[in-house]
C-alpha cells in the first residue's frame, strides 16, 4: 500500500464515471485523517501520471506508513503482510537503477525486499471475539481477465472459510481507478460475485479505512516471485494464508453469476437461433498478448477446416476472423460481445470451445463447457489451471531473435510461425471428441 496526502484539491473521474475526491490535508498533526489517503502502488503511480498531466503544482506526498498503522484504529491485516511497499520498492529502484534489466530477474529479487513469507489464517484471526466483521480488499486480485477470474475464486474460498468462523463477513474490494481505463469490466467482474458486498474505485482516506475490521494489502500481488510459479488460483490463495495444498481442487471452480443480466434482444435471438440449429463450438484465436495468439492466416485455415470437418456444429467467434469466410455454418458475434457479462452469456450458451490461452477458457469453466486450450509453451500450461472440463494443446514457439539490442527487431526474428504451422485441425477436433 502507498499513503499519501495531495497539495491540492482535485477530483478523478472513473471509467463508470465515479468521482475520486482528494481534498488537502487538514490538521495535518492528526494522522486519523479523512484527507489522508491509501491506495495501492500501481494506482499511485498512475495518481501521479493524472496530477502531472492536470498541473505541476498538483502533487501526492507519500506519508511514512508505520506512523499510520500504527493508529490504535487501524485494521488487522490478513494473509501475507505488505509492510512499508513504497519505502522498499523505492530502496529496490535505487539499488539496481545501473543494472540491465535484460540481465536480472526482477521478481527473484524484489522477493529478497518484499515480504513473501507464508501465514497461517487462522493464527491471524486467533483472539477475534466479533461475531460480525468487515474486510476491505485494497486493489485488484489480478490485472487480467483471466487473473481476476481466478482471483474470484480464491477469494470466495477465503470467504467461505470466514462463515465458518462468523455469523457474518461483509467484504468490501477497492480496485485500481485513477487511470485504469477497465475499471468499468473490473468492477463488473467482481461485481457479478454474490459474496462481495460492494465495489469501489481507490483510492480511500484513513478514516473510512479504518472502519474495517481486517483488511488485505493485493497491491502489486501479480509481480511476486510466488505468482510467478503457482496457478493463479493457488498463488492468491497463498496470499490470503490459505495452504493452497489443503484446498480439495473440486473446490477450485469459477463462478459466473448471469442470473440477473439481460442480454439485448439482438444477441439473445442469435442465440436461440443457433441452440435451434444444433452443436455450437466458439473458436477463439486471438489474445491480447501476441506470443499467445494464433497468426492471421493460421487462424483462418483452422477456422475454414473446423467449419468443413464439423458438420455438425456452427462455429461462433466473438472476435473478427476471416472476413472472406462466408458459411451459413460460420456466424460472427463479435459485434454482440460489448462487455465481460456479454461475452460470459455466449460462453455459456456453446457446446464446446476452442481458444487460446486467455480469459475465454476461465470463463467457460465457470459454465463447465469442454474446452480445447491451445497454449504457446508446456511451461505456460504449468503455471496454468487446467481444469476437468479441458485439455491442453501445446504449441513450441521455435523463433528465434537475432537482435543484439534490448528491445525486439521483429525482422530479426526467424522461425515466427514455425510451430503455429504445425498446430493442426485435426488434433483439436481428437481432443473435442474426447469429451
Known amino acids: 500500500m502507498v499513503i499519501f496526502r495531495v497539495t491540492e484539491n482535485i477530483n478523478i473521474k472513473t471509467t463508470d464515471g465515479t468521482l475520486v475526491k482528494y481534498s488537502k490535508l487538514k490538521g495535518p498533526s ?70 540491465n534489466k535484460a540481465d536480472i530477474n526482477e521478481a527473484e529479487i524484489k522477493s529478497i525486499y518484499l515480504n513473501e513469507d507464508s501465514v497461517d489464517l487462522n493464527k491471524q484471526l486467533e483472539g477475534t471475539l466479533k461475531k460480525d466483521i468487515s474486510i476491505m480488499i485494497l486493489g485488484n486480485v489480478g490485472l487480467s481477465m483471466s487473473e481476476m477470474i481466478c482471483g474470484c475464486t480464491s477469494l470466495r474460498i477465503f470467504y467461505e472459510k470466514l462463515r465458518k468462523k462468523f455469523r457474518s463477513v461483509k467484504l468490501d474490494i477497492y480496485l485500481n481507478a485513477s487511470e485504469n481505463k477497465f475499471y468499468s469490466r473490473d468492477k463488473m467482474i467482481f461485481s457479478n460475485q454474490n459474496f462481495i458486498n460492494s465495489v469501489n474505485p481507490l483510492s480511500i482516506d484513513v478514516k473510512s479505512f479504518c472502519a474495517y475490521d481486517f483488511f488485505v494489502d493485493f497491491s502489486s500481488v501479480t509481480n511476486r516471485s510466488y505468482f510467478k510459479h503457482l496457478s493463479k488460483i ?29 442480454p439485448k434482444n439482438e444477441l439473445k435471438e442469435k442465440i436461440d437461433r443457433l441452440k435451434l440449429k444444433g452443436e455450437t463450438l466458439l473458436f477463439h484465436p486471438y489474445s491480447a498478448n501476441l506470443n499467445k495468439s494464433i497468426p492471421k492466416e493460421i487462424a483462418s485455415r483452422i477456422l475454414r477446416e473446423l467449419i468443413e470437418k464439423l458438420p455438425e456444429y456452427t462455429i461462433v467467434s466473438t472476435i473478427k476472423i476471416d472476413s472472406k469466410t462466408d458459411d451459413d455454418r460460420y456466424v460472427d458475434l463479435s459485434s454482440n460481445s460489448q462487455n465481460f457479462l456479454d461475452f460470459s452469456y455466449i460462453v455459456a450458451n456453446m457446446s464446446k470451445v476452442v481458444t487460446v490461452d486467455t480469459a475465454t477458457y476461465h470463463i467457460a469453466e465457470a459454465f463447465f463447457i469442454p474446452t480445447v486450450v491451445i497454449f504457446t509453451t508446456a511451461k ?52 473435442l471428441e474426447t469429451f
Open 30 to 99: 492528526n494522522l486519523f485523517n479523512e484527507t489522508v489517503y491509501i491506495t495501492t502502488f500501481e494506482d499511485f503511480e498512475d495518481i501521479k501520471k493524472v496530477f502531472l498531466n492536470v498541473g505541476v503544482k498538483y502533487k501526492a506526498r507519500v506519508i511514512d506508513e508505520t506512523k499510520i498503522r500504527y493508529l490504535s484504529q487501524f485494521p488487522r491485516e490478513l494473509g501475507v503482510t505488505n509492510l512499508n511497499e513504497h519505502f522498499l520498492t523505492q530502496k529496490y529502484d535505487y539499488s539496481y537503477k545501473n543494472l
Open 380 to 431: 505456460e500450461s504449468a503455471n496454468s489451471n487446467i481444469y476437468s472440463n479441458s485439455k491442453a494443446v501445446y504449441v513450441e514457439d521455435e523463433s528465434k531473435n537475432f537482435s543484439k539490442f534490448i528491445f525486439d527487431n521483429d525482422s530479426l526474428i526467424l522461425h515466427r510461425f514455425t510451430g503455429w504451422n504445425k498446430l493442426k485441425s485435426s488434433k483439436i477436433i481428437k481432443l
Open 234 to 262: 493457488d498463488a492468491f490463495l497463498y496470499k490470503l494464508g490459505i495452504d493452497y495444498r489443503k484446498i480439495d481442487e473440486n473446490e477450485k471452480f469459477n463462478t459466473i453469476n448471469i442470473s440477473s443480466y439481460k
